[in-house]
């Protein structure tokens, strides 16, 4: 058991050391997402954009489209016959740009339009389990599935800007897929003005049954607006309204923890024991104190706790980095106290940087990203130690320079 305890911890060491080399947090999992959602979408507006070039640039490109059309064909579709694919390529990308932005909104509607994609493919297709089509949406659902925590943004602003794009999309969607199928439906819509009422009927989900879909295409349309349509007013409801309750109940079920002002305040990124005892003594002193931690945040008292990851610019900026009086990385990860030191280098603020140091070996690597001072307990104990058993003169100016470093190295 204990061998299998060590194997997964080394491991966990392992990604954290990648994932912080590789400087992850800036790009991953957003970027690839995007971009197969996004690449999606440009692949679906191929041909508009084929057709427009030609017809209003003169612009003959039919190698580069002839190229693409395979790959093209390959793409799944949110509709698969019969309707617009500009619009839904217009969503995609739209979405794509939302989960570049890490929003919660725009990962939600990633998730249910691949969903979508796959009852659409798999029920009314009749595509094989083993085709390209299905196992490109299944395993492009199952990373959005498992990418959730990195899309964590909702602030109202954004949720209510993209509710609305998404809303004037989804109008314009099910206005010209109704008025192309304008056939299919008894009685025809033959107007765009029967179209938009067709569609904002189908959308609030009133059906008053005066123009009901009959072909195939029609209904496998209708289908899909109601899906996304329902889809759409969950998603924006949530986040236009998940912020405002979130605030809420933050203040309901944390009273006693104050927040701050973050003015000149300290900021200790770390979870250790060096971490809540330096709280504990700055609290004591009547200082401002503002903890950033991943998930462990009990025993820091009174202080205000950020979640996430110190090594975050946008994490540094919630804590109030540029205007705090001094930043201490105090975690138990050497390497992560000196990406915390690197990510306040791209922060405008004057902020005093401290570093911890547990790993003699690791005191030069931290020493060259240049913090205002470095803490090395364990370095300083151990020199002590040494002294007083080989009977050396302790010097007690010497040994406060070793413990606390207040004059950082250049490499």
Excluded at 13 to 34: E, G, I, N
Excluded at 58 to 86: D, W
Excluded at 100 to 123: D, E, H, M, Y
Excluded at 241 to 256: A, C, H, M, N, T
Aim: aromatic share 8%; hydrophobic share 50%.
């Amino acid at each position: 058991m204990r061998g299998v305890k060590h194997i997964v911890a080394t491991v966990e060491r392992l990604f954290w050391r990648v994932y912080r080399r590789a400087r992850l947090d800036l790009w991953f999992p957003q970027v690839p997402l995007a971009l197969a959602v996004g690449g999606a979408g440009a692949l679906a507006l191929l041909p508009v954009i084929h057709k427009y070039l030609y017809e209003y640039f003169h612009l003959e490109l039919s190698g580069v489209f002839n190229a693409l059309h395979p790959l093209a064909n390959g793409v799944p579709q949110l509709i698969l016959r019969g309707v617009p694919t500009v619009i839904i390529g217009a969503l995609q990308i739209f979405i794509a740009f939302g989960l570049l932005l890490r929003s919660r909104l725009a990962w939600i509607s990633a998730l249910l339009i691949t969903l979508t994609q796959g009852a659409l493919a798999v029920g009314y297709s009749h595509q094989a389990w083993d085709s390209y089509t299905v196992l490109y949406i299944f395993a492009l659902f199952a990373v959005i599935s498992v990418s959730g925590q990195a899309f964590q943004r909702s602030s109202l602003a954004a949720g209510t800007l993209f509710a609305v794009a998404a809303t004037v999309l989804l109008l314009a969607y099910g206005v010209l897929g109704s008025f192309i199928l304008g056939q299919g439906f008894s009685p025809p819509i033959l107007t765009l003005s029967q179209a938009a009422y067709f569609t904002i009927v189908t959308m609030s989900t009133v059906g008053y049954g005066d123009i009901t879909p009959k072909s195939d295409d029609a209904r496998l349309f209708v289908m899909s607006l109601i899906v996304v349509g329902i889809t759409v007013f969950v998603t924006s409801l949530s986040a236009v309204v998940g912020p405002l309750v979130q605030g809420r109940l933050s203040r309901i079920i944390e009273p006693k923890r104050k927040r701050m002002k973050r003015v000149n305040h300290f900021i200790v990124a770390g979870s250790g024991a060096l971490a809540r005892n330096t709280v504990r003594e700055l609290l004591n002193r009547d200082k401002s104190v503002i903890v950033i931690a991943d998930e462990d945040a009990s025993g820091f008292g009174e202080a205000e706790i950020v979640t996430g990851d110190a090594t975050e610019l946008e994490v540094l900026r919630r804590a109030g980095a540029e205007t705090a009086h001094a930043v201490l990385a105090l975690s138990d990860d050497d390497a992560e106290n000196a990406f915390v030191i690197l990510a306040l280098k791209e922060v405008n603020t004057d902020a005093k940087k401290v570093a911890a140091v547990s790993n003699r070996k690791n005191l030069e690597r931290v020493r060259r990203v240049q913090p205002d001072m470095i803490l090395a307990p364990n370095v300083f104990g151990s020199e002590v130690l040494a002294m007083a058993l080989t009977e050396e003169k302790i010097d007690g100016a010497s040994l406060v320079e070793k413990f606390l470093e207040a004059k950082p190295q250049s490499a």
